[in-house]
């Protein structure tokens, strides 16, 4: 039946050939079939972009099919408490997306936007160059559909979700010259060094914030999610904010409101003026609200840390055109760690499909294990406070005390030490245990044969692996068996701190795993085993070497 219709259409051809020359033998006829041919033309570009953009979803939803928030295979009926998740692959233009933006803004911030923007396309040229990528047209980029993957991935503003000043614009682009220039590689044609004065935006900020930060919250905005997410930062550093009933005017401050997406400024940017932090559209949790305020206070993205090549590979072929500078490690001029290790786990740290084209991973950890502990914003970690408290605090105790295992003094209280996870007691040396549900045992030796550690059921355990002097410690993990997310989060699954400083989390390891090896790169290991139903199971093995 199919076959004879196709012919009988064929057959009608020649007809319709006839008939369009008759047609085109009258004026009228001839502004018809060329209305009729526009029409058909808008028809085909139509479905051309309907075709690329179901294209584009399904490119993010085959890399996604795997990482789902979904349970393992599981007998047991008891539930467990899912973190947050952030909503995600929200697909605009990107030309939209920047007038949304700009659009949202006062009078002000519309300059500092217009400065960003334009610095983004000045350090794209030159990040391109240096990566040795073919050149875009940004009216290209500017048409092309942006599939956002976090709610923190505006493409028009600085690493997706801050705005610059003009001053840290220069700054910025200045030091990325330099590096330019230290690789050899002549950006001249792009960027001539502008003669500003050098000035570190983070390491020397030239404002620096005094304590309490005032601070208002917007009508539209949750009072008691804003008012929380501060409580908990002002519970775990020296700093203190103070909530305003009225918008803040003529003086620094905080205004949190409902903009375009979610974005701060990069720390205290004027002397006696407020600044704005969007909290907009899908923006509505209390990790996003810290992330910004750790902006606010000068706090930098940590994939952008200049130590960052060691530990993450970027892959360049994945990520959008245009967006190429986001992926821009800094030098220490501009970002300090003040002696904090780089931590996958941070709330600060892109994850690994940040401004990704399609699907695939732009960010890989150099060691895979720890794939899935970047990009997650579920808390605060150690580290994160610990950066804040280093910068800000360090002169609050004028009676210093001595903490171990990687702890420092509470600001909030100098005769004790904030330890971190797996420590506690006024000097970090104990270790936590708990005999009834974890064995009498949690403190184990690595020797010269291989030794099991099989956990089973909900239980929040650490274990302790040390060996002797001179050695390290292999673990293989046989088999996990718990609920799977993308990325793990901390408490949910299993944790292995492997690294020399065991204050950075370790690799989150959710789902189900096998055949997993982790060499440590001391003679100690920790190990956190959290398990959330009865049928989660953990087996590994461990042994010197």
Not at 508 to 523: F, H, P, Q, R, V
Request: glycine share 6%; hydrophobic share 30%.
């Amino acid at each position: 039946m199919t076959s004879n219709i196709v012919v009988n259409e064929m057959k009608d051809i020649p007809m319709f050939i006839h008939s369009t020359e008759f047609v085109m033998s009258s004026p009228i006829g001839f502004i018809m079939s060329v209305l009729a041919i526009c029409l058909f033309i808008l028809v085909l570009i139509y479905i051309g972009f309907w075709i690329k953009n179901k294209r584009k979803k399904s490119r993010i939803s085959k890399a996604k099919k795997n990482v789902s928030l979904t349970s393992v295979e599981t007998v047991s009926t008891t539930k467990t408490v899912e973190p947050e998740t952030i909503s995600k692959t929200t697909s605009k233009r990107r030309s939209q997306m920047r007038n949304e933006t700009r659009n949202s803004l006062n009078a002000n911030a519309q300059k500092n936007f217009d400065s960003t923007v334009d610095g983004m396309k000045r350090l794209n040229r030159i990040q391109r160059k240096m990566l040795k990528l073919k050149n875009t047209t940004e009216e290209t980029d500017d048409d092309e559909d942006i599939l956002l993957e976090e709610p923190m991935g505006n493409p028009n503003l600085f690493q997706g979700d801050i705005l610059l000043t003009d001053t840290q614009v220069d700054e910025v682009i200045n030091d990325m010259v330099d590096q330019a220039e230290k690789k050899g590689i002549n950006t001249s044609d792009l960027e001539n060094k502008t003669n500003r004065s050098k000035r570190s935006i983070i390491t020397n900020m030239y404002y620096k914030w005094t304590f309490p930060i005032p601070y208002y919250i917007n009508s539209g905005l949750s009072a008691s999610l804003i008012d929380n997410a501060l409580a908990a930062i002002q519970a775990e550093t020296c700093t203190s904010f103070n909530k305003s009933t009225t918008k803040i005017t003529g003086k620094s401050g905080l205004n949190y409101y409902v903009g375009s997406g979610c974005w701060s400024y990069l720390g205290r940017i004027y002397p006696a003026t407020p600044q704005d932090i969007s909290i907009g559209s899908g923006c509505e949790y209390t990790k996003i609200v810290q992330h910004e305020t750790f902006h606010s206070l000068g706090v930098h993205h940590e994939q952008a840390r200049p130590d960052r090549d060691t530990f993450i590979t970027v892959n360049t072929a994945n990520i959008i055109s245009g967006t190429e500078s986001n992926f821009a490690a800094q030098s220490a001029s501009i970002v300090s760690d003040y002696g904090v290790p780089y931590d996958y786990g941070s709330a600060m740290h892109y994850g690994r499909l940040a401004f990704s084209k399609n699907g695939l991973a732009t960010i890989t950890a150099k060691n895979s294990v720890y794939d899935k502990t970047m990009g997650q914003y579920e808390r605060l970690t150690f580290n994160d406070i610990k950066l804040v408290n280093y910068k800000y605090c360090n002169s609050t105790c004028t009676t210093k005390i001595t903490c171990y295992n990687g702890g420092y003094q509470n600001p909030r209280n100098c005769t004790i030490c904030k330890c971190p996870d797996g420590f506690k007691g006024t000097d970090c040396l104990t270790r936590i245990a708990d005999a009834t549900k974890c064995g009498a045992t949690q403190a184990l030796t690595a020797t010269g044969t291989a030794q099991n550690l099989t956990m089973t059921g909900i239980k929040d355990c650490y274990f302790f692996i040390d060996a002797a002097t001179n050695y390290k410690i292999k673990i293989t993990v046989a088999s996990t068996n718990l609920y799977n997310y993308d990325p793990c989060y901390p408490g949910v699954g299993v944790e292995i701190k492997y690294r020399k400083d065991l204050t950075a989390t370790g690799a989150m390891l959710c789902g189900k795993n096998t055949n997993t090896i982790i060499t440590s790169e001391s003679n100690n290991v920790i190990i956190r085993y959290t398990g959330s139903a009865s049928a989660h199971s953990m087996i590994l093995s461990y042994v010197r070497v």
